[in-house]
């Protein structure tokens, strides 16, 4: 038991899984904010929580550089930092949102599957002939069949294809090594 909690007491570890949690409380309060002023808060309306996201990984590649770090931080760590807090992040989103959806309000799910079924509809007549009918019907099919528990995965995994840019471009700015070729050491 005692190497197990030796193991998260790892400081890249506990500064993303801190700031991951952070995240993932701060998109489900993003989440919470569209539903008490009327907007269905699954689907197209929810992805701008990546911008939290984005954020929170800047701030745990800043704090673990100045805090953890000493003013240095290796790109190898800002990659983890950055994937670790996203992935946490999206975990407990998907999680409470899955709570939401079940015990509190159920008919935000149910409006989500009608808009998107609106959706599909609207935009049939393209569909079907791009990829056939019966395609266009199994799709509509899974829209209906959808279970609340799919929000989780969803969530876990649109936010994994949407931040891997976003992490990228962050662990290279907030990237700075005390060795390379113009590291002056005298």
């Known amino acids: ?14 500064v993303s899984l801190v700031f991951g949690l952070i995240t993932g409380v701060l998109a489900f309060a993003f ?27 800047a701030g745990g590649c800043w704090y673990f550089r100045k805090k953890v770090g000493n003013g240095f931080l290796h790109l190898w760590e800002a ?18 949102i899955y709570l939401f959806i079940t015990y509190i309000d159920p008919a935000v799910f149910t409006n989500y599957l009608q808009e998107m079924g609106t959706l599909l509809m609207s935009g049939k007549e393209e569909l079907v002939k791009n990829i056939g009918n019966s395609e266009f019907l199994k799709m509509y099919a899974s829209i209906q069949a ?3 528990s799919e929000v989780i995965t969803d969530e876990i995994s649109k936010k994994t ?6 992490i990228l471009i962050i662990s290279l700015i907030f990237r700075k090594q005390d060795y390379g070729v113009f590291h002056n050491k005298s």
């Open 1 to 14: 038991m005692k190497s197990l909690l030796e193991y998260f007491d790892k400081p890249l570890l506990k």
């Open 31 to 57: 989440f919470l904010g569209l539903y008490a002023i009327g907007i269905v808060p699954l689907g197209n309306n929810k992805v701008m929580d990546i911008g939290i996201h984005v954020i929170m990984i």
């Open 79 to 96: 990659l983890t930092i950055g994937y670790v807090i996203n992935t946490v992040g999206a975990f407990i989103n998907g999680w409470l």
């Open 146 to 148: 959808m279970e609340p």
């Open 161 to 166: 294809v949407m931040a891997i840019i976003p």
